[in-house]
């Protein structure tokens, strides 16, 4: 059966939202879509709205092969393998190899601001996989580098709220974060609405905001005092070994503070409204809506 949309890492938070703004947002017949993923028993509910369920695992080929089948645009949600360097590289070649083979008229993958220029220690995957997207034959491709969601600070929200301190060393570093939803709106629009060219947008909220600010933002919610204390990042690192991370976990974690520090999330840009036609929201907003359950995490 031919598919119009076929949307890879379903399951996730942000293929579900992806899922969302093509059937309420942009009224996408669900017969028209396809959604993906190592766990298919998980999207019943997608299912049972008429919406076409694969498996797909991106270490099985021929998994792969038969999910890209007759599709005619596909979005290609970014694999997570921290674990495992250069992995998920690998997983997204073997997808971009199997979107040439299938035919897929238009690819679209989630990548993160200038792979290339970036000390983030994953960076190389993205920069890889935006190359062989490049050098496929594929004849039209979207490249979508999302920056940091809002949603990030949901890793670092419980230790910061048990202990009143967030650890960093990105200095006065600051990032242009955007809602996980709005990437999720943009990257719907993007799929539905691409046209035959090779293009590459970096999804960006419109203001940025150094940790201070996002501590403050986090304890306005939470009523509950929350100061950033600069620390080394060897510092950095050790204590989140010292929490139980493996050491090559922990040091990708960290590089994310080395890169925020050099100013590697910092870029602003309209694309997101050139997509959607409209502001993405703020973090403010955003933290006024998830006050509660911001809130629930407090001891």
């Not at 600051?174 to 719907?188: E, N």
């Not at 994310?256 to 309209?270: E, F, H, I, K, Q």
Request: with cysteine.
């Amino acid at each position: 059966m031919s598919a119009q949309y076929l949307v890879t890492g379903a399951s996730g938070q942000l293929g579900r939202r992806v899922l969302h703004h093509l059937l309420e947002t942009l009224m996408v017949p669900a017969g028209d879509i396809v959604a993906a993923s190592r766990r298919p028993e998980t999207l019943k509910e997608w299912k049972d709205r008429g919406v076409t369920v694969r498996r797909v695992d991106f270490d099985e080929p021929s998994s792969l092969r038969h999910t890209f089948a007759e599709a005619r645009r596909v979005m290609l949600i970014s694999t997570n393998s921290l674990d495992r360097p250069g992995h998920r590289l690998n997983q997204h070649q073997a997808a971009i190899l199997a979107a040439e083979q299938a035919g897929v008229g238009h690819l679209l993958y989630t990548s993160m601001p200038d792979p290339a220029n970036s000390p983030l220690l994953f960076a190389p995957d993205h920069e890889g996989t935006e190359a062989a997207i490049a050098a496929s034959t594929i004849p039209a491709w979207t490249i979508l580098r999302s920056n940091w969601y809002f949603e990030n600070v949901y890793k670092k929200a419980p230790t910061a709220l048990a202990s009143g301190h967030w650890h960093s060393s990105a200095g006065e570093g600051r990032v242009a974060y955007i809602a996980r939803d709005d990437v999720a709106l943009a990257a719907a629009k993007a799929l539905v609405e691409a046209n035959e060219g090779k293009q590459t947008f970096t999804l960006t909220g419109s203001k940025t905001y150094a940790y201070r600010d996002v501590a403050a933002l986090l304890s306005q919610a939470t009523a509950k005092d929350v100061t950033v204390v600069d620390v080394p990042l060897e510092a950095l690192v050790n204590g989140m070994i010292c929490s139980g991370l493996p050491e090559p976990i922990a040091r990708v974690f960290a590089s994310v503070d080395t890169t925020v520090g050099v100013g590697g999330l910092s870029m602003t840009t309209d694309d997101f409204r050139h997509l959607t036609g409209r502001a993405p929201q703020s973090y403010e907003e955003w933290f006024a809506a998830s006050a509660d359950n911001l809130r629930s995490l407090v001891a």
